[in-house]
């Protein structure tokens, strides 16, 4: 499988996760059990840390090698923003790690959670490019 249609496999696996977290938390109302949404984020994270071991090691490592400085570059910028990408959604999911903490505070979860998936996406855009994969995703703001 081509490393392209490895990042689409991945990217379709990380827009089903979120968005089953968006239809959790637009379903969410104050004082509802915020278990769901908990669970749900446990599996994003989950499906992110297998992004982040693939494009290691299919994508970032061998352009990183790569004698064509602008792809090495490129791929470096990537990389970097993988792992701030990375960090954000680990210290989201420390943040939020409880279902009690979740509903303690739903409109900032709500927030933090949204702003989360614009790095999500605009991470995903940073690999197309890369690749030269101009296809955009399907994550929805």
Do not use: N
């Not at 352009?63 to 570059?73: F, Q, Y």
């Not at 009690?100 to 409109?107: G, L, Q, Y």
């Not at 690999?127 to 296809?135: E, F, H, M, P, T």
């Amino acid at each position: 499988m081509s490393d392209a249609k490895v990042m689409r496999v991945q990217e379709v696996r990380i827009e089903s996760e979120l968005a089953r977290l968006r239809k959790l938390i637009d379903g969410h109302s104050a004082g509802s059990d915020a278990l769901p949404l908990a669970v749900q984020l446990t599996r994003l994270v989950g499906a992110w840390r297998r992004v982040l071991v693939v494009r290691e090691r299919l994508v970032y490592r061998p352009r990183l090698e790569s004698p064509d400085g602008s792809e090495a570059l490129m791929a470096g910028t990537c990389r970097e923003q993988m792992k701030a990408v990375a960090e954000r959604i680990e210290l989201h999911a420390q943040r939020w790690s409880s279902s009690a903490v979740i509903a303690s505070d739903f409109a900032f979860f709500r927030d933090q959670s949204a702003s989360l998936m614009v790095a999500i996406e605009t991470h995903f855009e940073c690999d197309r490019s890369l690749l030269g994969d101009s296809a955009p995703s399907r994550i929805a703001a």
